[in-house]
């Protein structure tokens, strides 16, 4: 039984809400999307959607428009600072079993795709959800602007510092900092080593680098070295900073690193949260950053968000209106233990890599990582 007649109100207009939205549509079931922003700008750099979240695209219908605007991946290699090959992996086989292409592209691109598939009406901006109330699996939620809205359904989807997620446990919980930070963008760049397909990542002492075609002749790439949180550009600026840093690494890491504009270098501390089960109750859950942050050692964050959409949605779409609460917890459910071991799996990744591990540990972190069943994962 369609779940029809039920008002899902979705709070946050990134990749996971927007997802939702496309997901509940499909179905038949209204939704409202309500984003803080008064504008939707294009943010971040590039991200890789792996076999996991493209098949999830393809039962959104959203694959093939996708593709053209990508570079498609299907090998890794992982290198010393220097420029010696550690491992190399290639996922052609892969592919061809599931039947679904792993891509990176501009995040700004994927946005502009969510965004055209998706009923104008069916997005609000400038409307920042300061809390909720339910009643009876009614919700309405009060705006900071004195407004409300209200629906059947709370999806909140508003990333890892979530004013739903706070509300739902009665505290702002902090963030866990990983011990590094990021820095990361997008350059017109043709770098001659390697082919495109191809994704590397060069490993030093308490620093990476990582390199990939990003479509429309674009290379994304990414830089992780150890640092305090909260640490502040040194003297000379970002690229300045990197620019010393990865002096005397493999080529191109210098020429990629010149050849980007400074304004375009973005930086973050790498954070994350715990692993929880408590995501909802009554009509509320959680999906995305807002119910499970994962450091983006295994590329996985947006993946994650696009999948909870997609089973999200169908359950509730097996349901009528007074099955809503059970609904989402058939969902969390269905989602919790996946992203727990996935958040848990990125963190010891990282750590390893960044030289933040003893041995033993490390050792345990590097048999955790089963990646080729994570990517033939197929969301229901």
């Keep these: 039984m369609l779940c029809r007649g039920v008002k899902v109100l979705i709070v946050g207009a990134g990749i996971g809400g927007l997802c939702t939205a496309i997901a509940l549509r499909r179905w038949g079931i209204d939704c409202l999307v309500l984003e803080r922003e008064p504008e939707l700008r294009p943010v971040g750099a590039g991200l890789c959607l792996w076999h996991n979240a493209m098949q999830a695209m393809l039962s959104l219908g959203l694959a093939e428009q996708l593709h053209p605007l990508a570079a498609q991946f299907d090998h890794q290699e992982n290198r010393t600072w220097d420029g010696h090959v550690l491992e190399s992996q290639s996922f052609v086989a892969l592919a061809q079993e599931v039947g679904a292409q792993a891509i990176t592209l501009q995040r700004s691109d994927l946005q502009r795709v969510l965004l055209a598939n998706l009923e104008p009406a069916t997005l609000r901006l400038g409307a920042r ?6 009643t009876n699996e009614r919700i309405e939620v009060q705006l900071s602007d004195g407004g409300s809205e209200t629906g059947d359904c709370l999806v909140g989807a508003d990333g890892i510092h979530s004013a739903i997620r706070a509300q739902l446990s009665g505290l702002e919980e902090p963030v866990r900092y990983a011990g590094y930070t990021c820095c990361r963008g997008l350059v017109a760049y043709r770098p001659e080593w390697f082919a495109k397909g191809w994704f590397v990542q060069g490993i030093g002492e308490g620093a990476r680098f990582g390199v990939t075609h990003s479509g429309n002749d674009q290379v994304y790439w990414w830089t992780t070295f150890n640092a305090p949180q909260d640490s502040a550009d040194a003297e000379g600026g970002r690229k300045a900073e990197l620019l010393r840093r990865y002096a005397g690494w493999a080529p191109p890491i210098v020429d990629i690193l010149a050849a980007t504009r400074e304004s375009a270098i973005l930086r973050n501390d790498i954070v994350d949260r ?9 009509p509320v859950t959680l999906l995305g950053d807002a119910a499970h942050p994962m450091t983006p050692n295994m590329a996985q964050g947006a993946c994650q968000a696009i999948e909870d959409a997609v089973v999200l949605a169908n359950r509730l779409a097996e349901v009528d209106v007074g099955g809503v609460a059970s609904a989402l917890r058939r969902y969390e459910q269905a989602r ?9 799996q990125s963190w010891l990744i990282g750590a390893r890599g960044q030289g933040l591990l003893d041995p033993e540990t490390a050792l345990r972190a590097f048999k955790l990582a089963d990646r080729d069943s994570l990517l033939r994962y197929v969301p229901r």
Excluded: H, L, N
């Excluded at 089960?277 to 009554?282: A, K, L, P």
């Excluded at 919790?336 to 848990?344: F, G, H, L, M, S």
């Design 274 to 282: 715990e692993p929880t089960d408590d995501w909802g109750e009554g």
């Design 336 to 344: 919790q233990e996946r992203t727990a071991t996935i958040v848990r």
């Design 129 to 134: 959800v300061v809390s909720y109330s339910a």
